[in-house]
């Protein structure tokens, strides 16, 4: 009889355990897909500006001249809360399309199209990496 109560409350368990991790998996499930989809874009996570007619996405490597277009503005419009000045740089991270730049063109070696916007974060407001200028 205990055999049998010991071996009931085992299966109770395991089965309750993978129930549970069921759940987690779903609540992530569209943030997954934008990560894994292998449909020739990139997940990159950087820090974006768009300032007179200019976009830039930098990451810790490189920097990249973003294509001006819907998505683009969607972006910015997101970052305007987190921004102080018109040139702060939000962090971001969105899925790009990365391209080389026209051969005669002005500007960075690789432009990329945005496709999706994951998430725009706070900036640290402790980094100490802007050099600003007053008279």
């Known amino acids: 009889m ?4 010991f071996t009931l ?3 109770v368990s395991f089965t309750s355990c993978k129930n549970d991790s069921k759940t987690e998996v779903n609540l992530d499930d569209n943030r997954a897909k934008s990560y894994d989809a ?4 990139i997940t990159v996570r950087g820090e974006f500006v768009y300032y007179a007619d200019a976009a830039v ?10 294509v001006i277009d819907d998505n683009m503005h969607l ?3 997101e970052v305007q809360p987190y921004k102080k000045d018109p040139t702060d740089m939000v962090p971001v991270t969105v899925r790009v399309k990365k391209f080389a730049k026209p051969e ?3 500007g960075w070696e690789y432009r990329v199209k945005i496709k999706e916007i994951l998430k725009v974060e706070k900036p640290n ?3 100490e990496d802007v050099i600003k200028l007053s008279n």
């Not at 205990?2 to 109560?5: C, D, G, T, W």
């Not at 292998?38 to 874009?41: A, I, M, P, S």
């Open 2 to 5: 205990k055999n049998i109560l």
């Open 9 to 11: 409350l085992i299966i």
């Open 38 to 41: 292998n449909d020739g874009y």
């Open 57 to 66: 996405l930098q990451t810790s490597n490189e920097i990249y001249g973003v």
């Open 75 to 77: 972006l910015d419009n």
């Open 104 to 106: 005669g063109e002005e």
């Open 125 to 127: 407001p402790n980094k």
